[in-house]
């Protein structure tokens, strides 16, 4: 008997009820002001992840071992953000409920909000760990409340000071430099500090929302997304980051802002696989 | 002393006040469903129409003679479709207040419904010729009213049975074209029947709103849009109708779907903007 | 519950058993000796046909209202071409003695033999209907027998003379052409002498494979193949062709070397879907 | 013995003493306005020929059986107009002086008027069957009198009236169109015409030179080109005229204007391959 | 009453008469030897400049506080280099005898040597400090003295020796290397010696032009330029070199040969428009 | 008299007698998993490579006092990887029976397993050094022994252990890990370990045959490969290396993997020519 097509990003073939991770796609871009296509880093990254190895040499472990549930993507409505996040909320508050993590692929970075209303509605006193390019803290955006450009100031409006734990940054208007270092844990340009951040919230038992903008990266190691910042972050970093946030309490996360079709080499889209199977492996690590 | 750097679409030199005919664009493209990229669009055709002579062949008149004046891209907030259809409805109600036509660049189709109601406000027995591979017929799209594939369904609820003519359509949904049978003046695949509608609506001397969606075009001629779609009518077939179409009393236009990224020929992008070249001097030759 | 992510080309959703057509893709192209990418298409076509309308305007039919399973891609062997032949074999046969229509989406050319295989077997005096920009009639390609080159003449080699009928034929070496005058039933440029190669199948209703090269269409229509050559049809002669054979005995299909990464425009995809969603109505119609 | 990588033309392996042809390059697009690139033109047909086959389908010869020698390409001097001139015209006046036909692979339009002048001081009585999108007739260009956009202009300095017939011209400055009224044999957009002129030079026996430039043909066929114009010929209309052309006594030939590296799907290299060959078979078949 | 469109690099909207610096545009590209396209380099640093930030977080700096004028591109005339050189020292000797910095925006690296025939008029005892990842010292290239390849050596030929001073070169000639070693302050491959050369300047309060191509940096920061060199600066080490540079008496500077077109990521114009608001606030910040 | 059109890399201009290194170029990629396109490597290198300075400041040498001699590429038969690894052996063969060092330039990594047959025939006690991004130690893949993935087992299959010396190497499967920390010289992920390895073989004077992967650099260098994998060398670890490995008795080279279409910025190839470069003139100012 011939089975359907299933597909799934390589490796995460448990099924929901045995899983520990839950992927879920969010490809939504309709607030992005510059360059849109990041609806697309979702399935791009589950299609092209049939050529990557699920076999880990840095953390000499394999894919195939975690627990992940692939539940595909959501079907968003473009043009409505408030509704995107209700549906975002929705799915993620499911697998929150489940005793999952909740693994969001996005889309524009704006998904993340619906995420993380889910993850404080459950976690009161939930952290959040920033790695991005831009500071993402400006109040509206020609208007618009629920802009990509204004998504972590949303997650502020929910969690407040002393929350949100930014790294990495080096790109935005002068005001949002000036609230970041008013109202967040701010550390621009690199990681530096975040050795001492995930301590001092280990300590804590901290809950943490880890959210990821793959454009904290160089835009040589990763030039497929809609806003390239020069001066960013090697592959290396990055995955020496992403396994020390995994050592404390992270109870949901996200990859956003691939945007594929801006790199026609598929460079980044493979970059971006291989920094999904490092995360999906450093946070089963923790949690199994 | 130097001036500043002005860009204007070539040969639209006019003063705003001298002028017949005033560009305006929308670079807007939220609710695009499948790939993004229209907003780039207008930018696009002013940018390249550099390559491109004044002095059409095909009427014998030269751009230049023409009183064009472009008065550049509003500044649209992406993720609010309903505050982006306001600003272009204002901008275009001002050039219908001063007795001008207005040309909208579009952007996805969408942007349409701004231009078409101010229209309607200014003409209540306006008509609108529609261009098109799509029918844009669909009540809601994922539950949103205010989406690219519903634009000319929304045009409906304005006008009524009777008032809109479309031609060239090649794509939809079943209950699209079952609408379009019962409440448009449908003309599926190609421009049979052009002759005709114009010959009574010139009888009529009734105002018309004439609506481009560049895919109307056959993807070879125009491959740099959204949802390219097989079948569709030839440039000169293209340049044929709208001469047909400006010898009666339009009122206002619009070019649309332009997503030049989409096409690194450049080959779209030079093809509308000589199609709005042709559309220009056909406009201008009819009202001057 | 969360379900896995099942993908699908649109509207093909029947269970194995209710359906009457049964797609199966052959990722390979091993053999391609200019330009390879082929490989891509049968998952390229899955993946872009969410932007396509499942209701057809050239036959007043919904795909969904047909009766096809998706049985995803077989895992072929690259560099072995008589290993990837034999699984192609085995799954087209499963499907012919499950009293349904195989159509394989290659893919390189080579792909077709091994569904001819199976076809043959089941029907002895099975037909080929073959519509290709080349001829494919070489005895052997650099010392090798089973090459994309020389697919129809494996064919032949199956089948003897007055079985294959060949449309839009306009490359080859000097020797194809000679073979292809003497052996089999031979219209080079285009489809002049199809309806009457028709009619005469369907008075014997004899079993017919019919094979789609996709590079039959003119590079204009479908830049994204391997070997694209000037001088080809249009899209609509080949949907109007299409329907002609599929009112004889198709037993089973197939089309090939869509090769999406040299079209980074998207329009061959789109095409390449549309002709299927065509194909699939049109055998559909015959069956139920 | 192991030999050195030659690489010509496919099938053009005759020795230079045994050839009736002779091709050669001029990677040269200095003076290109807009978009340049043809520079890389005759170094992509050489290399993409690979991929075509020596048999004409449509004049049922093969290439393997002309004589035709292929010089490669000369080493031009950037930003120096007149030197590169200066240069094409002495590799053009060596061949016709050894009483062989010379066949210029551009490069910009502009190295046609170094052929020109080589052909013209042989053949005083000189006829130029000029095959375009542009009118190429501007008397200078920004000051610049040699210059892609004067070329024709430039040769109408050297005949004078009546020796200059243009074919499917559709894009230029009114003045240029005015011009060619006054003082060429003037066919804008298509190969009306061509019949009569072409059996009026065969009558007089008038020497002529054969300059393509690619962008004749319509941008959905060749959209690699600085400058693409819609509404152009098909490929089979350009083979058609071309064939005819050769029936009359050709002394010199270029094909201009392919831009490789605008079309990333090799379509426009494939189809000037193919003009190449279709057009040295016929100049062979006359010439021996 | 509606504006037209006015365009400039983002952030410079100084009136001329306010302004302490003047950005002028020279899109040509006539003598490039390899990949051409820096023509339109100038065009689309403006263009795409509204995805950037005015922000520097580097130099907690605003440009929009800057004092810049943008004067828009030289109309230059392709294939005429001594013409297109006198066009821009005659527009950079304008701002130079109004007190301002002229800022030249090429295009490719010959147009320097306009800019800089005006500056010595004005500063006879001037200095040059070249970043590039090539030497630019030949006598000439195939013939010419007025090409790319030879800009900085027709800069010796004005300034003589011990006033140029090299860094960052990694490719050229074994004749351009001795010469270097011979001539110029040559730092080969890094900016070492960077510091002590600005101090000494400083020191002298030498008047300094100072060229950046943007080829300095590495290709994987910056891919989209005519000729790039792997083993280049990152883009942090550039900011850190330019900001020394700043601090001395520069008179006068460029930014050089960007090919868009040659990286369809827009990673290379994203980063080039970053150079430039660096350079322009650190240029600014020394002379208000 | 003219002569036909020689295109070699350049500055290998000697002939083949006087030659200590012979290019030649082995077109092959059927056995690629993932993305095709290596065959197309040779070629490009060739062709782009006039692009490229003679001149290595790294080894203030020059390429066109070496001895290289490019006898262009051989045609091998896709799909058969047998019989194009026979054609690979025999023309290593007798280059190495000649005297001379064989340099490959690929084509997929399978390529190599040819070349080492030939060189392990001449020198039993042969070593390997491998860079590589990949094990390519399965024992088949998909069934087929000979695949890019298994070349360095099959390797091991003729040399057994402690001859692979593997450098680099950052993906795989969890048993190649295993395989290669039990039977090859183990290197993961940089150069650690190589002068140790290199003196040891120095002392031994060990005939080597070294073999360059190129995508062992970091995708940000070398984006057009088949199978990037972030996290690689820098360009000038790479240059380092391959000076301190010419150091010893190399016997035989390549340099694999570049498949130029996958990087539309040329980038890649331009990097690939660099490194043959700096490697031609390492390995001959080691043997003259």
Redesign the interface.
């Known amino acids: 008997?011939?089975?359907?097509?299933?597909?799934?990003f390589i490796g995460c073939e448990a099924s929901?009820s045995d899983s520990r991770i839950?992927l879920?796609g969010a490809p939504f871009?309709?607030?992005?002001?510059?360059?849109?296509?990041a609806?697309f880093g979702p399935?791009a990254m589950?299609?092209e992840s049939?050529?990557l190895?699920?076999?880990s040499?840095y953390q000499?472990l394999?894919l195939t071992e975690c627990a992940v549930?692939?539940?595909?993507?959501l079907?968003?409505?473009?043009?409505?953000?408030e509704?995107a996040l209700h549906d975002i909320e929705s799915r993620a508050g499911?697998?929150l409920r489940d005793g999952k993590i909740p693994l969001l692929l996005g889309g524009e970075h704006?998904v993340t909000l619906g995420a993380v209303r889910a993850a404080a509605k459950k976690y009161p006193n939930l952290h959040i760990i920033h790695f991005d390019a831009h500071a993402d803290l400006r109040d509206h955006?020609?208007?618009?409340k629920?802009?990509h450009a204004c998504v972590i100031r949303r997650c502020w409006d929910l969690l407040g000071d002393g929350r949100i734990h930014q790294f990495v940054?080096?790109?935005?208007?002068?005001e949002e430099?000036q609230f970041a270092k008013a109202h967040t844990d701010f550390h621009?340009?690199d990681f530096e500090g975040l050795e001492h951040t995930i301590s001092v919230l280990r300590k804590q038992n901290a809950p943490i929302y880890f959210t990821i903008d793959l454009d904290c990266l160089?835009?040589?190691?990763f030039?497929?997304t809609g806003?390239?910042?020069?001066?960013g972050v090697s592959?290396?970093q990055l995955?020496k980051a992403l396994r020390m946030v995994c050592t404390a309490n992270v109870v949901g996360a996200d990859l956003n802002e691939l945007a594929p079709?801006?790199?026609?080499?598929?460079?980044s889209t493979?970059?971006a696989c291989?920094v999904l199977r490092e995360l999906l492996i450093a946070l089963d690590t923790k949690v199994k």
């Open positions: 008997m011939l089975q359907p097509n299933i597909e799934t929901y839950v879920y871009d309709s607030t992005t002001s510059f360059r849109p296509g609806r399935s589950r299609h049939f050529g190895e699920t076999y040499p000499d394999d549930f692939d539940s595909g993507d079907e968003l409505c473009f043009g409505n953000p509704q499911k697998i704006l955006y020609l208007g618009a629920l802009s940054i080096r790109s935005g208007e002068q430099f621009p340009f160089d835009p040589s190691v030039p497929g806003t390239p910042e020069a001066g592959f290396l995955l079709s801006l790199d026609h080499s598929g460079v493979a970059a291989k």
